[in-house]
């Protein structure tokens, strides 16, 4: 792909890293930076930092996710190189260059499938409102949808025909192969022959974030099975990472977010005048829906069936919303067993004055701690307070955990000032826990995982440190670049990793103008970019001299003579690099 570094200059500066990002997260000032909580992994405190700065890139201390916008629009809207490029381009009304950021062949790839999703959806919708099979639209009447929703949510049918869709998108020039890579139609086994998966259902079409028809959900009418079918894994479709209708939801202009367990209640809740609703796709909450969540809402109302599947699942959603810092409420549904049935029944009204009253989670959890048991014994209540301990403990908020305890205490009529001792007591031994495991984290993170994109570094840490020393260094000093190619060529360097970002950094200033990080990009992968914008970010603090920068040449050179280095770690190297790694 040819690339366009003058383009590439005015495209940055025309996406400003800190506003793109904030359009995902909620950013905090920290001086001339910004810190957030890392939309690449789970957590509660930010460790992700974006760096205001002549080169403006992020960096996240907890999991080495780092680059410019480009590799944060690659990583989170899960894109390559010329795709992240066009949609940014597109965001900051920037023309792109011509004869540049052709698609590459994954892009070209996800652009048919984008096509095919889009054809079949009008497909469905056609069929749905002006076919001669009615059973799918006496469906949706019946659950007293109207027509705007059926439009705005693109409801369709799939009738009971083998090949329909599978012809009409061969007669618009897609191939048996491109079809079965969009998930709509598979290949029999017996003959071969390419039939479509979607038959005699209502469909559900899935959408992205950007307006992308990515996937759909087929549910039957009558009882055979599966009741709901969702489209496989493709290239642009991935049940765990989207939420269905969280392209209307995103826009809500409310905090909160009412998470339901199917299509139909979601798009019931939506006619009643909530858009801040959104499901999964067929599956339990992931800790990326959670994360995804978790840049759109504080708060998130659970409002799954009143069944057993339903309450189970509840608990699982607490647990992840709990690890993003997101507050969680429960509704509870008295006489109806879901969204979609109470809100027929008893109106919007009711539902939004549910939705105001809804329970806190951890009353939730209380209730869940009491059943099967009989508080009117001493053996249930022993057994209940033990369970309630638990979720006492894990009350983040010392106020809301006083409140609880002394709820939790006139329950079972025991006195206040013993049950907090016992919460105090298990509340110690969780943090020593919580300690131990960081200290453990820490040792293995830095000393011991496997290092998958300098494999090279695990044995030659001594060496590795200095060749990012002599990065960081090039990094400060592009006016050198010439010199420092003479008295420390690439060559010395001895992890592959390392010698790679140095060489092309060299490359770059030689022969270019004005150096950014960015300049990288496209070169490397974004996990890559992550780690050399980790290599800027932790020695940011330190300044290191030309003096330093030979030293660390030597321990290369050193290095080649005798082809060997002492891989093992003392103790004192442990905490040193912990040291070093806390600044
Ligand atoms: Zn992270």
Redesign the pocket.
């Known amino acids: 792909m040819p690339r366009n570094d003058e383009f590439l200059y005015r495209l940055r500066a025309a996406n400003p890293i800190e506003s793109v990002m904030g359009g995902y997260v909620n950013l905090i000032r920290r001086g001339r930076n910004y810190v957030c909580n890392?939309?690449?992994?789970s957590?509660k405190t930010p460790?992700?930092t974006v760096f205001i700065d002549s080169d403006p890139h992020f960096y996240?201390?907890?999991?080495?996710?780092g680059g410019d916008v480009i590799t944060f629009i690659m990583k989170i809207e899960n894109l390559d190189f010329s795709e992240a490029v066009k949609l940014l381009a597109q965001r900051s009304g920037l023309e792109l260059p011509q004869d540049s950021y052709g698609d590459s062949r994954l892009a070209q790839r996800k652009t048919r499938i984008y096509e095919m999703n889009r054809i079949a959806a009008n497909f469905f919708y056609t069929n749905l409102v002006k076919g001669a099979d009615k059973s799918g639209l006496q469906y949706f009447m019946e659950r007293k949808l109207t027509p705007q929703t059926i439009k705005k949510y693109g409801l369709g049918y799939a009738s009971d025909s083998w090949d329909e869709l599978t012809k009409l998108l061969r007669s618009k020039g897609y191939s048996d192969d491109e079809i079965t890579d969009a998930w709509l139609g598979s290949r029999s086994k017996k003959n071969d022959h390419v039939y479509d998966i979607f038959r005699k259902r209502v469909m559900f079409p899935i959408v992205d974030l950007r307006g992308n028809i990515i996937g759909f959900g087929g549910r039957v009418l009558d009882s055979s099975v599966p009741k709901y079918l969702n489209t496989g894994a493709t290239p642009v479709f991935d049940k765990g990472s989207n939420l269905f209708s969280m392209n209307f939801a995103k826009n809500a202009d409310v905090k909160r977010l009412i998470l339901c367990e199917g299509y139909m209640d979601v798009i019931a809740v939506n006619q009643a005048g909530f858009d801040n609703v959104v499901a999964t796709l067929g599956t339990a909450i992931t800790p990326d829906q959670a994360r995804l969540i978790s840049h759109y809402a504080e708060e998130v109302v659970v409002a799954y069936d009143s069944d057993g599947a339903g309450q189970k699942a509840t608990q699982k959603a607490i647990n992840h919303f709990a690890d993003v810092g997101v507050r969680t409420k429960i509704i509870h549904m008295e006489g109806a067993k879901d969204p979609d049935e109470y809100i027929k029944k008893f109106g919007a009204n009711r539902f939004r004055i549910l939705l105001d009253s809804s329970n806190d989670a951890t009353d939730f959890m209380l209730d869940k701690c009491e059943e099967g048991l009989d508080l009117k014994t001493e053996l249930g209540k022993v057994e209940f307070l033990k369970r309630a301990s638990r979720v006492l403990a894990g009350i983040e908020s010392p106020l809301e955990r006083e409140v609880y305890i002394s709820r939790t205490s006139k329950k079972c009529d025991i006195s206040v000032q013993v049950l907090k001792a016992h919460i105090d007591t298990m509340l110690r031994k969780n943090r020593s826990a919580e300690r131990k495991s960081q200290w453990k984290n820490i040792t293995t993170s830095v000393a011991y995982r496997r290092d998958a994109i300098n494999p090279a570094s695990e044995k030659l840490r001594k060496e590795a440190r200095a060749e990012e020393s002599m990065i960081c260094y090039l990094l400060r000093h592009p006016e050198d670049a010439r010199q420092i190619a003479e008295e420390a060529p690439p060559e010395i360097f001895v992890t592959d990793f390392n010698r790679r970002v140095y060489s092309a950094m060299l490359d770059k200033m030689m022969f270019g103008e004005k150096f950014s990080l960015a300049q990288l990009n496209g070169e490397f992968s974004p996990d890559e970019m992550g780690r050399i914008s980790g290599i800027e970010a932790r020695n940011r603090e330190f300044s290191i001299n030309r003096e330093a920068f030979t030293d660390c040449a030597d321990v290369l050179r050193k290095n080649k003579k005798t082809s060997t280095s002492d891989g093992d770690l003392s103790g004192d190297d442990l905490r040193e690099l912990f040291k070093s790694k806390k600044k």
């Not at 890392?38 to 992994?41: A, M, Q, S």
């Open positions: 890392c939309p690449f992994h957590e460790s992700c996240c201390f907890g999991c080495g996710a």
